[in-house]
């Protein structure tokens, strides 16, 4: 897969999705650590959350280690399936649940092919 307008699209919009994220996390981290004492989460792993959505998300957007960076990101969105979004019988935390391991199947194709992919 060479490096094309498309591939370069969709790590820009993969980078997107988790760099922003963790400024989120950095600008206003209450309602998340609220959320991570609600599933027995500690708090003090905030900053590694957020550390890993920021540079990881940097990482596959540049192509540096991009294959390590995509890997720690689709396991971290099945890690965050299954703690956070095991409530099948709330829609939302079933579509949240869905959205977490389709974003991982593609961030583990996205690994697969990243050394053709940054070509």
């Known amino acids: 897969m060479p490096w094309t ?3 370069w699209i969709g790590r820009a919009l993969i980078a997107f999705l988790f760099v922003s994220a963790g400024i989120a996390k950095v ?3 209450r309602p998340f650590l609220d959320h991570m004492a609600q599933k027995h989460v500690p708090g003090v792993l905030l900053p590694a959350v957020y550390g890993l959505e920021i540079v990881a998300g940097a990482l596959v ?3 540096w280690q991009g294959r390590w960076a995509a890997l720690a990101l689709a396991v971290f969105c099945l ?3 299954f703690v956070f979004h ?3 019988g709330d829609k939302i935390e079933r579509t949240q649940f869905v959205k977490d391991l389709a ?3 593609g961030l583990f194709v996205l690994a697969a092919n990243f050394a053709r992919a940054s070509a």
């Open 86 to 88: 095991l409530d099948f």
């Open 103 to 105: 974003i991982s199947g």
């Open 79 to 81: 890690a965050t399936a």
């Open 5 to 7: 307008l498309v591939t």
């Open 61 to 63: 957007l540049i192509g």
């Open 27 to 29: 600008v206003g981290p």
